[in-house]
Every structure is written in structure tokens, then in C-alpha cells.
T-cell receptor, first 110, second 116 residues
């Protein structure tokens, strides 16, 4: 069945470090791919998305490229800030059903 | 972007009481809404999918008599936790499927339930 495998955390980085959170997926058909972010005590917010192969989603300095050949959608940011500390979820959708990864906790220290 | 609200954001109740959580799509019509449960430091677990005007579809292992879902209109879905017990304490999150393609779910801010 459809599923998402996400890099386990927690991840701790110094401010201005480069961030990569790996995400790979298994799906039949042609899924849309998403990254959601959850700040402490809050719900999920859509960070970025890509709906077809080779699309790049970007927002707030974060980027992810839909790679069909490697079935991946890795999240990257060139220079993280303390305010980026949160839990990041990779997800896929092949219709109305969403499948989430287990989440990766990121802590950025000054 | 699309906005989904939840009410209440926090609720504390005694064991045995019932709690109703509302989920509203504020600026779009949501024919489909989803209810998730999230345990501390874990991912979201889909509980049920509700479509306006029809019965909710529950995921395996979710007690439909325990978690009553009603989707009475295109902007409102409710989750009622009946006869709540401490093990029902959790973070409940709803999401709504936007009618604006491509398909994306917009999440509410969540409701934290603590059953004493």
C-alpha cells in the first residue's frame, strides 16, 4: 500500500546550518507530495507541496523536489533559524486519503 | 490560504462525560473532513473520514460508538467523544479537503483533551 518513510529524529542543528530531512514514498499511481510543519502545541501547517514529478515546492526558504526516479521528496533549507524548531511531517496523497510519515523533530540552537 | 478552525482548543473533563469538538472551514466548502488523533511525539493517526450528509467512514480499530462524527454542513464537522476516559486524552486534529485543486488538506489548530 501507499506509505511514507521519513528520516527519524530528533535532529539538532546550530543556527545557520544546512538542513536536510529525508523522505521517501511508496505509492501506486501519481501522488501529490507535501511537507507539513507542526510548532509546539499547535496543529499542522502546510509548508510546501509538489503535485508532479520534477516539481519543486518552496516556502520560507525550505525546498523539496519531487523525484520520481528515487521516489523521494527530501526537505532542505540552506540556513536554519531558531524559529524553525518544530516537527516536520512528510505526506503523500493519491486522492482524498493522506499518508503521513512519523515526523522529524528539529531543534535549532543559537 | 484556506482556514480551518477548531473549538475548543483545550478541554478538561471528568471521566464519564462526553465532549464535543467542532471543526469549521471558514473560507471554503469542505465536502470531506478528516479527524486525526495524535499521541505525544507521534505522527497523526487517521480516525475517520466524514463526507457532508453521509455517515463517517472509520478506520480499523476506531470505535464508532465511542467517537461520534457528524458532518451536517459543508463547513462544519463535529467529533463527540462519548463517556470519555483517561485513555482518550490526546490531541485531536481535524482537516478539511479544499475544493480548490490540487487536492490539499488544511488542518485545524487541534484540540487538546485531558480526561481526569
Amino acid at each position: 500500500g501507499d506509505s511514507v518513510t521519513q528520516m527519524e529524529g530528533p535532529v539538532t542543528l546550530s543556527e545557520e546550518a544546512f538542513l536536510t530531512i529525508n523522505c521517501t514514498y511508496t505509492a501506486t499511481g501519481y501522488p501529490s507530495l507535501f511537507w507539513y510543519v507542526q510548532y509546539p502545541g499547535e496543529g499542522l501547517q502546510l509548508l510546501l507541496k509538489a503535485t508532479k514529478a520534477d516539481d519543486k515546492g518552496s516556502n520560507k526558504g525550505f525546498e523539496a523536489t519531487y523525484r520520481k526516479e528515487t521516489t523521494s521528496f527530501h526537505l532542505e533549507k540552506g540556513s536554519v533559524q531558531v524559529s524553525d524548531s518544530a516537527v516536520y511531517f512528510c505526506a503523500l496523497s493519491t486522492g482524498n486519503q493522506f499518508y503521513f510519515g512519523t515526523g522529524t523533530s528539529l531543534t535549532v540552537i543559537p | 490560504g484556506a482556514v480551518v478552525s477548531q473549538h475548543p482548543s483545550w478541554v478538561i473533563c471528568k471521566s464519564g462525560t462526553s465532549v464535543k469538538i467542532e471543526c469549521r472551514s471558514l473560507d471554503f466548502q469542505a465536502t470531506t473532513m478528516f479527524w486525526y488523533r495524535q499521541f505525544p511525539k507521534q505522527s497523526l493517526m487517521l480516525m475517520a473520514t466524514s463526507n457532508e450528509g453521509s455517515k463517517a467512514t472509520y478506520e480499523q480499530g476506531v470505535e464508532k460508538d465511542k467517537f461520534l462524527i457528524n458532518h451536517a454542513s459543508l463547513t462544519l464537522s463535529t467529533l463527540t467523544v462519548t463517556s470519555a476516559h483517561p485513555e482518550d486524552s490526546s490531541f485531536y486534529i481535524c482537516s478539511a479537503g479544499s475544493d480548490r485543486g490540487p487536492k490539499t488538506q488544511y488542518f485545524g489548530p487541534g484540540t487538546r483533551l485531558l480526561v481526569l
